[in-house]
């Protein structure tokens, strides 16, 4: 079974350029997740998709951070304007409703 | 607000030599904890799922227990393959199953 595809796998943007992260989740999966890494820290959640509504979007920076998931498959995370606090690595993951959550393998993103 | 606090930060063993790492939580309503690894420039790698105190679950060298307060990993006779970021997360009650995730123990197994 394919895993959770991330693209692309490295990004570096100056501040105040948009940026795009695109995810597949695992075939059958209804739940996506965007979780954003700092490094030295846990993974935080920004957005929780159901199929292709919102659950939970409290964490996500609205102001410059937007996300979608149109069919209810793939998902698209956005940025714009970025910031040098941006610097991270976005995690995908996906689920079976209320079960294990699998991630993909992260885009680094780089704000200089 | 949920919290999860992992310790140490960081251990360095050497192969052979059991330990255990500790991840302490609040939360309203456990809905799971779980543990992941992290290698680098990877992602988080599911290993356990506890839901109810006094559970436990092993894999390999592994082996997850579960408190009201607090979740341990056990590793015994660890390997060099062993040396991974080890993070915790909790998952409360109600509708969102987004995780809350603790900094993680950076484990380095040496030959």
């Known amino acids: 079974e394919a895993g959770v595809a991330q693209s692309p796998r490295y990004k570096i943007i100056e501040k105040r350029q948009s940026v795009a992260f695109w995810c597949n989740p695992i075939?059958?999966?209804?739940?996506l997740y965007w979780y954003q890494q700092i490094l030295g820290q846990g993974p935080k959640l920004l957005i929780q998709f159901q199929n292709n509504g919102v659950v939970d979007d409290s964490q996500l920076p609205k102001d410059r951070f937007s996300a979608e998931r149109l069919k209810g498959v793939d998902s698209t995370l956005k940025i714009q304007p970025a910031k040098l606090e941006d610097s991270a690595v976005y995690l995908c993951?996906?689920?079976?409703?209320?079960?294990?959550?699998?991630f993909g393998p992260g885009t680094r993103l780089l704000v200089l | 607000e949920d919290q999860v606090t992992q310790s140490p930060e960081a251990l360095r063993l050497q192969e052979g030599e059991s330990s255990s790492l500790n991840c302490s939580y609040t939360?309203?309503?456990?809905?799971?904890l779980f543990w992941y690894r992290q290698d680098p420039g990877k992602g988080p790698e599911f290993l356990f799922t506890l839901y109810s105190a006094g559970e436990e679950k092993e894999k390999e060298r592994l082996k997850a227990t579960l408190t009201k307060k607090e979740s341990f990993l056990h590793i015994t006779a660890p390997k060099p393959e062993d040396s991974a970021t080890y993070l915790c997360?909790?998952?409360?009650?109600?509708?969102?199953?987004?995780?809350?995730f603790g900094k993680g123990t950076h484990l380095i197994i040496q030959p």
């Open positions: 993951a996906s689920s079976p409703q209320g079960e294990t959550q699998y």
């Open positions: 997360a909790v998952r409360s009650g109600g509708g969102a199953d987004g995780l809350t």
């Open positions: 075939s059958g999966h209804a739940t």
């Open positions: 939360v309203s309503g456990l809905r799971g």
